[in-house]
């Protein structure tokens, strides 16, 4: 087994460890919404996840060291196409039509992405000051999308794709650097950059949590197409990967880059299915006249028969 292969396997394996940590997240998210960071740490389940998701991303190291940032980070999209009938059924509701198509245009689009990919071992990582430029533009980035403002969901996962799409492109280069044997396994560089690390795999986490809260689809799209952008431009830019196929290729990872965001798009208007509670003013008839206003009153049938003047009596 080469070595593109195997980090193609290694990555299949990464993906579904994957999915099933992003619904375990979003069914908790989903139940404690109100709870905090810290009502999260005292959640078994929450630690569930969290396991899943450090054994996906042990996979995913490993895919790291035996393929390029181009090829390993768009097979994240088989999470999506996972997760999404795994949540539905978890869930106990069919994937609905418009799920269907956002999730194939959403692989469809990834997968032209990974054709024009180009494959071999990776052999270049960053040095310490790249690493720590990328750290300050990715941490800028953020900070701007986790702002206060509408649609914190997608914000949140977007800031959540760049984060994990960062934290593997630094993973790469503490892989390669610390098993390449030409310099010590705990070199300054492999320390500082394992450190970043850290920092943006836990706040990828913590991102898409909070991204989860108002349902799967939308926001696991936009991390998987936010992931592989961000992964695949540090390897464009500053590892010297290349797109296959010249100026094609580039047409047709644009072309792809395209679909996926127009599967984002469909799955964003997939609203999720949430039971609906009962209102209190229906279980509860006094509230519901006590919280009536006077000009919202409906009128209520008389006791008495109404008399038209008042002036004459009714016959009996």
Not at 20 to 29: D, I, K, S, T
Not at 94 to 123: F, H, K
């Amino acid at each position: 087994m080469n070595a593109t292969l195997l980090s193609v396997v290694l990555s299949l394996f990464s993906a579904v460890a994957y999915a099933a940590a992003a619904v375990a997240q979003e069914r908790l998210a989903s139940r404690s919404s109100g709870s905090g960071t810290l009502g999260l740490l005292g959640s078994g389940g929450w630690w569930s996840s969290v396991g899943l998701n450090a054994s996906a991303a042990l996979l995913h190291v490993v895919a790291l060291k035996y393929g390029p940032l181009t090829v390993v980070q768009p097979l994240g999209a088989l999470t999506l196409v996972a997760a999404v009938p795994l949540g539905a059924r978890i869930a106990g509701r069919r994937v609905s039509a418009n799920e269907w198509r956002g999730t194939a245009y959403t692989l469809a689009g990834l997968s032209a992405i990974l054709v024009t990919a180009s494959g071999s071992a990776p052999d270049e990582v960053l040095s310490v000051p790249e690493a720590l430029t990328v750290a300050a533009v990715t941490a800028a980035a953020i900070g701007l999308l986790s702002r206060p403002g509408a649609r914190p969901g997608l914000r949140h996962a977007t800031a959540s794709g760049f984060a994990s799409g960062v934290a593997s492109a630094l993973t790469q280069t503490v892989t390669v650097a610390a098993t390449d044997r030409s310099g010590p396994v705990l070199s300054v560089q492999v320390i500082g950059v394992a450190l970043l690390v850290a920092a943006f795999a836990t706040g990828g986490l913590l991102l898409s949590q909070t991204a989860y809260r108002g349902g799967l689809g939308a926001p696991l799209a936009v991390v998987t197409l936010a992931n592989p952008m961000a992964a695949a431009a540090i390897g464009l830019v500053l590892l010297g990967e290349r797109l296959q196929g010249g100026a094609a290729g580039v047409l047709l990872a644009l072309a792809g880059a395209g679909l996926a965001s127009w599967g984002v798009v469909l799955l964003s208007r997939t609203a999720p299915d949430r039971p609906e509670l009962p209102d209190p003013l229906e279980e509860h008839p006094v509230a519901a006249v006590l919280a009536l206003e006077p000009e919202t009153a409906s009128a209520e049938p008389a006791l008495m028969p109404r008399q038209s003047d008042p002036g004459h009596l009714t016959s009996l």
